[in-house]
């Protein structure tokens, strides 16, 4: 579903992400977890088509990100770090923009804001600016945006924080059922038992570098995945 | 901490102007000279127009025996400019600003952060006062005899008088700020409505300004009693000039410090209720409805347009140009004869005055820079343009076509006009449809352009993108510089090689290139380097 090959990124002369090379198949649950900085934004923002890489390639469905951006943004779905939205559209308007520009068709539309909305509790805000809503329902409104065009494939940044208990057990439903119907999810968190209970594989980044990748079970070992994360960070520091 | 605050507020004002968030590196030297020598033609433009006023009524007035009436009319003058340019930003700066929350998060009291603002909006006000008080200080100093004290007292009068506006503006500021938030729709219209109303009535008196001066100096000593009557501060204010009066200067410091003091103690008190209030408390429930499915392009372009629509403060001073161009053929329409006399300054023969009145209207124009910020007004929501799987020519081209779109009614409306009422004939009348549809087309490419390679995104509020970007600044200098250069080279031409309506029409034909090649340069530049922004 999702293939990083040799992805290398520098600001100047920093390299936030360095011969990173990942493989997420799909229906898997995929999350990525590294301190701050470590170049997990970057990486989830050059699978996105947001940020142009100075090395190696992505491929999502075998299409080449570089070589056709469109065809590769019209399978995934991204959600930022921060929900950063239209704050001068309505939220269903803003919902009717992101469906336009991907194409979505009238009843296809109307039945997914419909079922989304209702599931993340935000119905009746949706005539509401989006200036007047809160974090959480701004994250709320970019998941359901995210999940309007029936994504294979969700790259997601964070997308846990600002959302309170019932949602985020939604955003985990829905995580599953992509996954289940032949979708995929990469996503980055820094909540290790979320990502120890959720994820099928795991990956840890550190300065940009891949330290460890593999099954939920083979990373974590008998130990928790906290432990195995502070040994690594240990280890390479 | 308010020196740290006040600090902060400096760097962001000198940051937006002067550096571009893309680069994150200070302007070349060149740019700079560029910016330098722009600065010092708005200036000097400023300072001569005031100059002439101040100079046909300075000399005549002191011979009336009504001098203080001169520091007057000066003083109103530099309140008026004050109040009118500093308004909106006072609104946008105190109450809207995004860092409130953080700075309210902050151990810091809500007064310094007050304090701090109003301190930038102070700076704001010396900047306005100095382009009418100046030249008054220049043309006084230059016509009349000027003593030591009345120097002295000139200087401490006109360094308080900004308070004035000031508190003003903050009061009117926090009015619209409380009032707006109660009303979430049709606001922007509003503002919009009354600035308009408001910028007809500086037209008109603008326009009447000579026969204003000339009954002013006729019944110099009636309108003193009434000024002296009405606004007694102002009548301090230029007694404590004339006469070296130490009450009327205490007394003209009084009424610019108190209500000053007052207004911000007051709205120290409420800043925290009203810069964290929601946006209304009216809400409105969803109700599902029918949706329409429409195509990406026409998707973009609505965006475009309700962002645009969204905010007062990017309509007015985008869109001022197209404001003053209704005005103006109105005018043009309703005093043609005056118009027409105005322009006799040209010396030009009146079968040529279409000529000139498309010359205008193309200036007028090219004021409007609506696409010149919408790149930096992206910013922080550059993220969705830039996923979302449609080719970034399109996302460009649907701002492009706002400004476009938005320019064009007004152009051919105005050029419908001056056809008519001046008498255009021939080649004229095509030309002076097509030549001012075309600059538009070509400004708002432009302003793509220019934003592109002056891109802001870490504003704290739209005002630095709209008001005080380098883009905004760029683009305004190249628009001229499109519009005057041709004008130049038809200056510079032996005298009747070309006729203006030929010449205009070579002109005309010029900008059909010129915009393909600028489509170019959007459709390969300006996507490769929209791709590689990062807010």
Not at chain 2, 55 to 71: I, K, T, V
Request: with cysteine; net charge positive.
């Amino acid at each position: 579903m999702l293939k990083i090959e040799g992805l290398t990124k520098a600001y100047g002369n920093k390299k936030a992400v360095d011969n990173l090379s990942l493989h997420i198949q799909k229906g898997e649950i995929y999350g990525f977890i590294g301190h701050n900085g470590a170049g997990k934004t970057t990486t989830l923002k050059s699978c996105a088509g947001i940020l142009r890489f100075d090395a190696g390639e992505i491929f999502i469905d075998g299409i080449s990100i570089k070589q056709d951006p469109i065809a590769c943004k019209k399978r995934i779905a991204y959600i930022p770090d921060n929900p950063d939205l239209y704050e001068f559209l309505s939220g269903v308007k803003y919902l009717n923009f992101i469906a336009d520009v991907y194409g979505v068709g009238k009843a296809e539309r109307e039945a997914r804001i419909a079922k989304y909305a209702a599931l993340f509790e935000l119905t009746g805000d949706l005539a509401q600016p989006v200036n007047a809503y809160s974090h959480g329902m701004k994250q709320k409104l970019a998941l359901i945006a995210a999940l309007i065009h029936a994504p294979s494939l969700m790259v997601m940044d964070e997308p846990f924080v600002g959302l309170d208990p019932i949602a985020a057990h939604a955003l985990k439903g829905i995580m599953h059922e992509i996954c289940a119907s032949g979708g995929a999810i990469f996503f980055s968190t820094h909540v290790l038992e979320v990502a120890e209970k959720l994820c099928d594989r795991i990956a840890i980044i550190r300065q940009g570098r891949l330290v460890i990748a593999g099954p939920t079970d083979e990373v974590r070992g008998n130990s928790s995945l906290e432990n195995v994360f502070l040994e690594l960070e240990g280890e390479n520091a | 901490m308010l020196n740290a605050l006040f600090r902060t507020r400096l760097a962001a004002l000198f940051y937006s102007l002067f550096r571009g968030s893309r680069r994150k590196k200070p302007l070349s030297p060149l740019a700079k000279i560029g910016a330098g020598l722009l600065a010092i033609y708005v200036i000097g433009c400023m300072f001569w127009l005031f100059g002439m006023m101040w100079e046909s009524m300075c000399e005549p007035l002191y011979r009336l025996d009504l001098a203080w009436l001169y520091f007057a009319i000066v003083g109103l003058t530099a309140v008026a400019l004050s109040f009118v340019g500093s308004v909106f930003t006072a609104q946008k700066q105190i109450f809207s600003a995004k860092d409130n929350d953080l700075l309210l998060s902050m151990p810091i009291p809500p007064g310094a952060i007050i304090a701090s603002r109003v301190g930038m909006l102070l700076l704001l006000g010396y900047m306005f006062e100095a382009a009418v008080v100046l030249p008054a200080a220049f043309v006084w100093c230059y016509s009349l005899p000027v003593s030591f004290a009345g120097a002295a007292i000139f200087t401490v009068a006109f360094l308080l008088l900004p308070l004035v506006p000031l508190t003003l503006s903050c009061i009117f500021g926090w009015i619209i700020e409380a009032v707006s938030s109660r009303l979430p729709r049709g606001k922007n219209m509003l503002a919009v409505l009354l600035s308009v109303a408001f910028l007809a009535a500086y037209f008109i008196v603008y326009s009447r300004i000579q026969e204003y001066i000339g009954l002013l100096i006729a019944n110099g000593a009636a309108v003193g009693e009434a000024v002296a009557k009405a606004a007694p501060p102002f009548f301090w204010l230029g007694d404590a000039i004339v006469s070296k009066s130490a009450p009327s200067l205490i007394l003209f410091a009084l009424f610019c410090i108190l209500p000053f003091a007052l207004t911000l103690f007051v709205i120290s008190k409420s800043f925290l209720a009203i810069a964290t209030r929601r946006v209304s408390g009216t809400k409105r429930t969803y109700r599902a409805e029918a949706m329409k499915a429409e195509s990406a392009d026409r998707a973009l372009f609505k965006k475009e347009l309700s962002h645009f629509l969204s905010n007062a403060m990017y309509m007015l001073n985008a869109g001022i140009g197209l404001v003053m161009l209704l005005i103006g053929c109105v005018a043009y329409i309703v005093k043609r004869e005056d118009v027409f006399a105005a322009f006799g300054a040209f010396s030009l023969p009146e079968a040529d005055m279409p000529a000139l009145l498309c010359v205008v209207q193309c200036f007028i124009l090219s004021m409007v820079y609506i696409s010149a910020p919408s790149i930096s007004l992206e910013g922080k929501n550059l993220w969705i343009s830039q996923s979302i799987p449609v080719p970034t020519y399109a996302i460009l081209r649907a701002k492009v076509r706002l400004h476009s779109f938005s320019a064009l009614p007004f152009s051919l409306v105005s050029s419908a006009a001056l056809i008519l009422v001046s008498g255009a004939r021939g080649l004229m009348v095509p030309v002076m449809l097509a030549l001012p549809a075309l600059l538009c087309h070509l400004v708002a490419q432009l302003g793509v352009i220019i934003n592109l390679r002056f891109p802001k995104f870490d504003w704290t509020s739209e005002v630095v993108a709209v008001k005080q970007s380098m883009a905004v600044i760029v683009a305004m200098l190249v628009n001229w510089g499109v519009l005057l250069l041709p004008v130049f080279i038809y200056i510079a031409l032996p005298g009747g090689a070309l006729t203006p309506s030929v010449y205009m029409a070579l002109w005309t034909l010029a900008f059909i290139p010129a915009n393909i090649g600028l489509a170019r340069v959007l459709r390969g530049w300006g996507v490769k380097t929209f791709e590689e922004l990062n807010s």
